[in-house]
């Protein structure tokens, strides 16, 4: 039996990238330094096979060939990001006319290609001389970058009708300032919440300035990546657990950008914990009056959870953890390569949460993916067979569809991503890309999956 799955019209069909891991030039352009540049200068054996954000898949000087592929694998929008340190290389002064020639070349291929751009404004990238003022925890930062927001609503908002303001904002607390993974390497949980208190400010100032511009049609969200909490059991205990899991990681973003307030049972634990962050006079109308219009949703894995099983050390630094362990399901499905697991339904969880929870805000698949070690091991006839990521997609992409049919306010589908590019310590480790990228000649290959994006964009869905 053949079953048909079918996409509304004007459906979204492409993919994401970010300027850091895409553009190269580094060093080129007028560009500043951002906080990945210093790092690997700092620590280049915490990169992957030493290989740093210089060497990537040089979009700066090959972007019209990249979106005529885009083009010719179905792609009828592009999310992309605006370097905030190619733009105002010192994040604060003058603004580097030759990204703003750069960035309108860019906007303008797409358009001739008929692929809509959205972009997004702050995708890990903070310029040196921000981090230097102390990154998101300083306020003068978050003024700053609403500066540079307006400065790109104003510069291209002529022909740039969908902003974002923040991609995973998580991902920075997470990497910056709890886990070790992201510069500036702090562990320091009240320092965390402050750089994610200041980052939801930040962006609520953004949107404030969007307001005032007043760009035609213009619609501006964020990214969140949502990863349902799943309890190991029914128990109360491994309950709770998933509950405070779903506050840290996806409700401390998602409710202030949507609902324009954060739970109270997230302001209660951090009182009672003494982890709360400094505010200031205004900030709470600042959120309630500037909640987002659209919601991108990444998604590539569920968080499975359980009471804890022992209690925390009290000289141990204050975690997230200290209120649930990680759970492993037996016989979960892996991806062996990047150690998560696949689970397709997450996705419509998500979706149906939405919907329930947040007035079915308009909203897409912003980012969704597999990243596999070793694809030249799949070429045949000179292209690499990557059945294991076209499965991957079709199975996410029914469990989006059912969640349309139940009436989710779901706008597209964004892969992670076009073409190989460049991961934050991974380097080209796992490859990701509709694309494959030759790196010593900088030749683009399409992929299996790339040929089955088209058709499935072409036909704005597939049946199986």
């Known amino acids: ?48 096979n030493g290989v740093g954000p210089d060497t990537t898949s040089d979009f700066y000087h090959r972007y019209k060939e990249d979106i005529q592929l885009m083009k010719e694998i179905g792609h009828n929008t592009f999310r992309f990001s605006i370097s905030w340190s190619r733009l105002i290389p010192d994040g604060i002064g003058e603004i580097n006319k030759q990204a703003i020639q ?13 692929i809509k751009p959205f972009v997004n404004l702050y995708h890990f990238d903070m310029p040196l001389e921000m981090q230097k003022l102390g990154g998101w925890e300083s306020r003068e930062v978050v003024e700053a970058y609403a500066r540079y927001a307006k400065t790109c609503f104003t510069l291209f908002g002529d022909r740039v009708k969908k902003w974002f303001t923040h991609n995973e904002p998580i991902v920075p607390v997470e990497g910056g300032y709890l886990y070790d993974f992201h510069y500036p390497n702090i562990v320091d949980f009240k320092k965390a919440v402050q750089v994610a208190y200041h980052t939801i400010i930040a962006h609520a100032k953004a949107i404030k300035e969007f307001r005032s511009v007043q760009i035609p049609n213009g619609k501006i969200g964020i990214i969140l ?55 200031e006079e205004g900030d709470r109308e600042l959120l309630q009056s500037n909640t987002v219009d659209i919601l991108g949703v990444n998604y590539y894995q569920p968080r499975r959870v359980k009471a804890k099983s022992h209690l925390p050390n009290p000289e141990s630094p204050f975690m997230p953890e200290w209120f649930f362990d ?116 900088q030749k683009r290959t ?12 072409q036909n704005n869905g597939f049946t199986e």
């Open 225 to 279: 990546n949502l990863t349902p909490s799943y309890p190991r059991s029914s128990h109360p205990a491994d309950i709770k657990a998933a509950e405070i899991a779903d506050l840290f990681f996806n409700r401390s973003f998602l409710d202030p950008a949507v609902k324009g307030k954060y739970p109270e049972e997230l302001i209660a634990l951090l009182k009672e914990y003494d982890q709360m962050p400094e505010v």
């Open 326 to 441: 990680n759970y492993e399901m037996p016989g979960r499905k892996m991806n062996p390569y990047r150690g998560w697991e696949i689970y397709e339904k997450g996705i419509y969880d998500i979706m149906v949460n939405i919907k329930e929870n947040y007035d079915n805000i308009e909203s897409f698949i912003s980012e969704n993916g597999m990243g596999v070690e070793g694809e030249e091991r799949f070429i045949q006839d000179d292209m690499i067979n990557d059945d294991y990521r076209i499965q991957f997609v079709k199975e996410h992409l029914k469990w989006l569809h059912k969640a349309i049919e139940e009436g989710a306010n779901v706008k597209g589908y964004h892969m992670w991503t076009f073409m190989d590019n460049w991961s934050w310590s991974n380097a080209y480790k796992n490859r990701y890309g509709f694309i494959s990228i030759d790196l010593q000649t």
């Open 102 to 114: 750069f960035y309108n070349d860019v906007i303008d291929e797409m358009l001739a290609n008929h």
């Open 1 to 48: 039996m053949t079953v048909q799955y079918k996409f509304p019209d004007g459906f979204w069909w492409g993919s994401a990238v970010s300027a850091t891991q895409i553009e190269g030039a580094s060093r080129e352009g007028g560009k500043g330094l951002n906080i990945w540049d210093y790092w690997y200068e700092k620590e280049p054996d915490r990169f992957f």
């Open 446 to 457: 399409p992929k299996k999956s790339a040929y089955w994006i088209k058709e499935t964009s």
